[in-house]
């Protein structure tokens, strides 16, 4: 079905919320990337059901399809019956690239033999906990004594209610265990903790601590909270200082504050004790080379009537955290080469994925300070010891422990997330109260602060009962939808199957994005904490090659970004990231049955990584044979590509004996297959930014018909090329007609701009896609200057202000536009000026049209559209002076020249 259709718009409907979004899914453990649900399950039927000659035949399964995207479990028994069908034998898919798993899971939804592998340890488990363990018939194993205990009845199910009962026997034996380091303050114990780094001033010598904001509660007077602040007070004659707390709005400024010219965001410190500034690389040095140490400034109660009130510790609280640094020394490892404080190095060049690493962190145990570090040792223990106890002494299954064990490690990646230096506190302005951020606020990345904010044992944000809640809401989604069989998922590399040849009845693959997102390196920090609370119970976790003691990498599949100015070689480059592909799609075309697909679903913004996936197709030995668009991501900032739309394509194994294709042959047959996809991606509301995306699909398809593309002189031609084809088809198919002028007739610097603004208007583009556009063009991107500018994180349509190109006869008609645009706040003479300076009048209706659609487009109070509206309107009265300021010139032309024919008075020849 996926090689003649696929539902397109049923996919970009549901993928954005609802349980098309798979955000229910995705809650279960935290991951990197998601596939949303609804584009798993429609790839997943589409590659099993056939396709039929028989037309009504063909609607009758369109319509079961479609009616299947309404909901989570929709038509699952009819679609059951039909892929057993079509497949007597016993279907199956594999996923070689499974991440969290949610395409083997709507495969074992759909009672299909699913297969997910990846290639990190952690993804494993996170895929195990959602698309094999629900799927489970757990009756015949032993109960557990802690649930009897507790009185459950099994309401929700076994593995629900074991499940919580684990979750809420490893969190009272924590409680034990940590208490003391977290004392009671007035009967109660304080929800967390505001701490800061020092850093030695280096005027006075004096230690102050850096604070990013001092807002701790905002006033709402609606319901009466005048709000909190705190401000730092020092004692200039001991140098010593302390944070205190005060009603109100803040008086005073943090520490941290950005010079008055800076536009990066980046900090200056200053010291409270002198004033000195310390520029933003002068305290990441220092910080960098160990001079930085934590200070603990506040404490935060749960508060009934604000929801959070701040105060100053008490000494048994500032005891605490001597006796947390003493018992952590003492802890005991783990097993032989796991300490308890993780020791496993963060690998070098790892600045941008690990931040703290840029602020002196060496490993992973430095992301927490001691009683941060004190309760996630006792957590892993805790959960470690659990394990062992439950199936050596009571006679649970190896299987059903790694499944509990398995969401109790769950809870603790998740509590991670919100429990190191990078946990900022989160201070709303919208009603809500004050919270914690979590460390991946920037994608994948893990952040550091120098003011950071540490839970306690409380059921506040970041606990673990209220990580627990959020834990059982997903598993509880899961095991109440319609039963299925168990998914197989487990550790392995993409390049190296263990499977057999023709095996699996179709492939279905959402492969890592170039650089989008490095999986393995920020995902190890949860990799050393696992280590420690899997170590008894599935020791194999814990073995890995890699030098530094965490997840392997030697085979990953992904394109490692750097620093600008980093030094550092990294193997997994774009050379290497290539050949894994290639290596995994050849894989998959070895172990796919005679008769079955390949599915791909693949998205990006940059012409070099659509460039080098066809090749790995081609190396593979691959043909496309269907490519199907649906808008799937939100368009986050995740990586390069910052895409909306992804496509979905099939693949077969290249038919031998194909021949060779003429060039002009060629570009004929995507032109001619990318406009007759237009219709169709219109019904489904793709953007014609979208149908630019979603043409890479038939120009590949009709490029792979060939064993290679020749030109007239008999060379290859690079297949590449026709992705910029297919991209001037789209154009060429939209028939756009300004002012009654064709698009194609305007000047090719003028057409790229006035495309732009058409596509974009005034928003940020990923710089990707100005590469795509200007190849569409045959422009240079030196030759996009004065039509694009820099914008954070992207490029957007320039502003006439910052045009600086030089005016003549020959000057483009955007590059008129934009000067005339600039000189219109100077008045009609500046923007006469312009005219006389090009050659140009108010008769030129390529001029007019271009500024006339250009201002259409921008938003009202944008100031090029209010200076290009103006134009238009005041186009006569511009005539006017234009001809004035002509004839100015023509007589002072004339004066001169008579001038120079009069000869000098004073001549003595």
Partial sequence: ??????????????????????????????????????????????????????????????????????????????LRAEIAVAHPDGASMLDLFSGRAMIPLEAARLSVKAYGIDYSPVATLAGQLLADFPLQDWSDEPLLPFAARQGLTFSGGRLLDDVRAVLDEVGRRHDEQIAEVYPEVDGRRAWGYLWASTLPCQECGRRFPLTGAVVLRHPKPATGDPGQHYCIDVDRQTGRFRATVHAGAPTGQPTLRAPGSSKTGAKSAICPFCNH????????RLSAEGFREDVLLLAADLDRDYGKSFREPTSDEFAAIRLAEEMLAAEPPFAPGIPAKPDERIPVGNGSVVQPSLYGAKSYGDLCNDRQTLSFVRLCRVISDLGIEIMVDHGISEKYTAALVGYACAVLVRKMKRSTRGTSLMVYNDGRSTGVNHIFGNEASISFSYDYFETGLTDGPGSWSSLVERTMAALRSQTGRAAG???????????????????????????????????????????????????????????????????????????????????????????????????AFTEARRVVSTDGVVTIVFGHGDPDVWHRLLGALTRAGLVLTGSWPAKTESGGSAGSANIVTTLTMSCRPAPPGRPAGRANLVEAEVRKEVKARIPMWEATGLAPSDQLMASAGPAMEAVGRYAQVLNHLGDPVDPAHYLVVARRAVEEAA???????????????????????????????????????????????????????????????????NWKGALSETSRTIDVAMAMAKAWPEGLDAVAEVLVATGRDTADNYLWAAIGYLSSLLPEADPDAVAWTSLVRGRSGIGAVTRGVVSAQREAAKLKEAANRQPSLFDTD
């Fill in 1 to 78: 079905m996926i090689e003649r259709w696929f539902p397109c718009t049923e996919v970009s409907e549901a993928s954005s919320s609802g349980w098309g979004s798979g955000n229910q899914e995705a809650a279960l453990f935290t991951w990197f990337a998601k596939r949303p649900l609804a584009q798993a399950k429609a790839a997943v039927l589409t590659s099993l059901l056939p396709w039929p000659e028989d037309v009504e035949e063909q609607r009758r399964l369109q319509n079961l399809v479609r009616r299947a995207m309404a909901a989570r479990n929709g038509m699952n028994a009819e």
């Fill in 277 to 284: 500034v310390h520029s933003t690389a002068l305290h990441r």
């Fill in 485 to 583: 069989v168990p998914a197989d998922i487990s550790r392995g590399s993409a390049t190296s199957l263990p499977i057999r040849d023709n095996s699996v009845s179709a492939v279905v693959t959402d492969p890592p994005y170039d650089e989008m997102i490095p999986y393995s390196d920020a995902s190890d920090l949860f990799y050393v904490w696992l280590k420690r609370a899997l170590f008894s119970t599935q020791p194999l976790f814990c073995f890995t090659a890699d030098p530094d003691g965490v997840q392997e990498k030697a085979e990953e599949a992904i394109v490692k970004k750097f620093r600008a100015r980093s030094t550092h070689f990294d193997h997994r480059t774009s050379a290497h990231y290539d050949d894994m592909i290639a290596k």
């Fill in 735 to 801: 028939a756009i007609v300004i002012d009654h002028l064709p698009l194609e007739t305007f000047d090719e610097r003028t057409r790229f701009a006035l495309s732009w603004a058409r596509l974009y208007r005034r928003a940020v583009a990923p710089r990707s896609e100005a590469r795509w556009q200007a190849l569409a063009s045959d422009l240079s991107t030196d030759e996009l200057k004065g039509i694009l500018e820099d914008a954070d994180k992207g490029v957007r349509l320039g502003y006439a202000k």
